[in-house]
T-cell receptor
Framework: AQSVTQLGSHVSVSEGALVLLRCNYS??????LFWYVQYPNQGLQLLLK??????LVKGINGFEAEFKKSETSFHLTKPSAHMSDAAEYFC???????????FGAGTRLTVKP | EAQVTQNPRYLITVTGKKLTVTCSQN?????MSWYRQDPGLGLRQIYY???????DKGDVPEGYKVSRKEKRNFPLILESPSPNQTSLYFC????????????FGPGTRLTVL
């Protein structure tokens, strides 16, 4: 069974500062890992995903995440925050089956001018 | 445009009054799923379907029903809604393939008085 823990329900950064959103997972099989973003009054959209291969994954809007098997982590980063990055971010893990996908509780990112 | 649509987007109803939330996708995806999103709990799966006429319970199925008579549609039925079903609901679809991401609808905000 898969599970996800997102550390920090709220993260606040200044515009231009580094964004770091933490995600740790538990999985009984090699995991597939995802980050989704949810803007206000919208559904979730995929930022990036890790399946196999390179452990540093680049996504949309300048975000990237690194899969670290030894730490069971998949933290999301962006070098310089923009006001438009303010949203809720969800980390998700899945195993071999589509119905195995499990989501973290989410992290709300606030960007201060 | 490839998308998942849900209707209605907003719904206020009273306890016990049957309702249906529709979900439709135009990507020819085999897999469809319903989630509810509650603060601090992330997304929890209600029901899912691997293909037409194949449905199964997720983590929180009590009080809900689904059907999958056509590949593109996956309605969520609340036969006797209760206030604890007040939530934000998302429909999602995906190919049945390891590591494939899910595509989400815009959400339905339901309030049960």
């Amino acid at each position: 069974a898969q599970s996800v823990t997102q550390l920090g329900s709220h993260v606040s950064v200044s515009e231009g500062a580094l964004v770091l959103l933490r995600c740790n997972y538990s999985s009984s099989v090699p995991p597939y890992l995802f980050w989704y973003v949810q803007y206000p009054n919208q559904g979730l959209q995929l930022l990036l995903k890790y399946t196999t291969g390179a452990t540093l994954v680049k996504g949309i809007n300048g975000f990237e995440a690194e899969f670290k098997k030894s730490e069971t982590s998949f933290h999301l980063t962006k070098p310089s925050a923009h006001m438009s990055d303010a949203a809720e971010y969800f980390c998700a893990v899945s195993g071999l089956n589509n119905n195995d996908m499990r989501f973290g509780a989410g992290t709300r990112l606030t960007v201060k001018p | 445009e490839a998308q998942v649509t849900q209707n209605p987007r907003y719904l206020i109803t009273v306890t016990g009054k049957k309702l249906t939330v529709t979900c439709s996708q135009n990507m020819n995806h085999e897999y469809m799923s319903w989630y509810r999103q509650d603060p601090g709990l992330g997304l929890r799966q209600i029901y899912y379907s691997m293909n037409v006429e194949v449905t199964d319970k997720g983590d929180v199925p009590e009080g809900y029903k689904v059907s999958r008579k056509e590949k593109r549609n996956f309605p969520l039925i609340l036969e006797s809604p209760s206030p604890n079903q007040t939530s934000l609901y998302f429909c999602a679809s995906s190919l049945v393939r390891e590591g494939h991401e899910q595509f989400f609808g815009p959400g339905t905000r339901l309030t049960v008085l």
